[in-house]
């Protein structure tokens, strides 16, 4: 994505967000200056992805101590606010994690703040930038040749899922960039078609060929041979190698297992919760039944008709071939899982 769009940013006073929710039909930005501006903007997906929400974090704890001293609040209440921002998506471990990271310097003040959460938001952009080239590296080494490839990508983990460049979108930009893509198919997704929305708007912005399709055709395409890699980000890695992502994104790996090619996640280290044992810890938010049940305000199932929409599922790590982190790729389902990672951890 170029640099004339940036996803999150801290203009002194507030935290400036690009809007995901208009997109691709407009970019707007929202500028969010206290605690349940920024709960909002979390909670409905206006900013989103795990690395984005752990620099939204961050900020947030600055927004709180900025709000505390504007508003008297006592150190209970602004503790409460923050950890309200903490608690907005329970999946993606990058919230709780930018949040924690920042802790130590509330009582130096919300400046001190906003510094490290500046830091927060360096650091993701260096590490993406890692990602894309280890990523590619791997991806070239292990399917051979010196043809394009068809890599197929589901939700969005690129520049708008993070600080910047992307994380599965960073490998697929340093791939494009090497001119080894042929094509990418960006799966819709669910919640609110972040595929189709997102991906594929920061895929033509790139120049990078694109189709979209409906998340049920994904294993289909895969075992037609029409993929040659599948990369997908995550918002939660178990020390185990077990995988939180966008719901759909099971299957995508089954497909992968079952037409012998790679099932790549593309993460940054902070995303790997080395206190949850296996994925079946991880918390699956639920999305409002309304996503399900009807669009455009109008209803799509009959009266009386429940739904069930979770936002993530879990890969076991067996399906994962291969974990690309800013620290290296670990190659989980043969056995190397994040327990072995030395730097970054």
């Excluded at 299957?251 to 919760?273: E, K, Q």
């Excluded at 979770?310 to 989980?332: I, N, Q, S």
Aim: aromatic content about 4%; charged content about 20%.
């Amino acid at each position: 994505m170029t640099t004339d769009v940036r996803t999150i940013e801290w203009t002194g006073d507030g935290l400036r967000l690009l809007d995901q929710t208009v997109l691709p039909g407009r970019v707007e930005y929202l500028t969010v200056r206290d605690v349940d501006a920024l709960v909002d903007a979390i909670r409905r997906l206006a900013v989103r992805g795990a690395p984005a929400l752990g620099v939204a974090g961050a900020f947030g704890v600055a927004l709180a101590v900025r709000q505390a001293a504007r508003e008297g609040w006592d150190d209970a209440r602004r503790d409460a606010e923050i950890a309200r921002v903490r608690a907005a998506r329970p999946t993606a471990v990058n919230l709780a994690a930018g949040v924690d990271r920042v802790l130590p310097f509330a009582a130096k003040g919300a400046d001190a703040v906003a510094a490290e959460a500046q830091a927060v938001l360096d650091e993701d952009v260096r590490g993406n930038r890692a990602i894309g080239v280890l990523g590619a590296d791997w991806i070239l080494g292990r399917t051979g040749g010196d043809r394009p490839l068809r890599v197929l990508t589901h939700c969005n983990a690129g520049a708008l899922a993070t600080a910047g460049w992307g994380t599965a979108l960073g490998v697929v930009r340093e791939l494009h960039g090497r001119g080894r893509v042929e094509t990418v198919y960006a799966d819709e997704t669910r919640p609110l078609l972040q595929g189709s929305r997102l991906t594929a708007w920061e895929l033509r912005r790139a120049g990078i060929p694109c189709v979209v399709q409906a998340d049920a055709a994904a294993p289909s395409t895969i075992l037609r041979g029409l993929v040659d890699v599948a990369v997908i980000g995550a918002d939660r890695v178990a020390a185990n190698g077990d995988t939180a992502n966008k719901i759909g994104s099971l299957g995508v790996a089954l497909a992968c297992r079952a037409a012998g090619i790679p099932f790549v996640v593309a993460a940054p280290w902070s995303t790997v919760d080395l206190a949850l044992p296996d994925g079946t810890g991880v918390p699956i938010e639920q999305r409002p039944a309304e996503e399900i049940l009807a669009w455009n305000g109008a209803p799509t199932v009959p009266d009386g008709v429940d739904a069930f929409n979770p936002a993530f599922d879990v890969t076991p790590a067996r399906l994962v071939t291969a974990l690309v982190t800013e620290t290296g790729v670990l190659e989980v389902s043969s056995g190397d899982t994040p327990r072995h990672v030395r730097s970054g951890a």
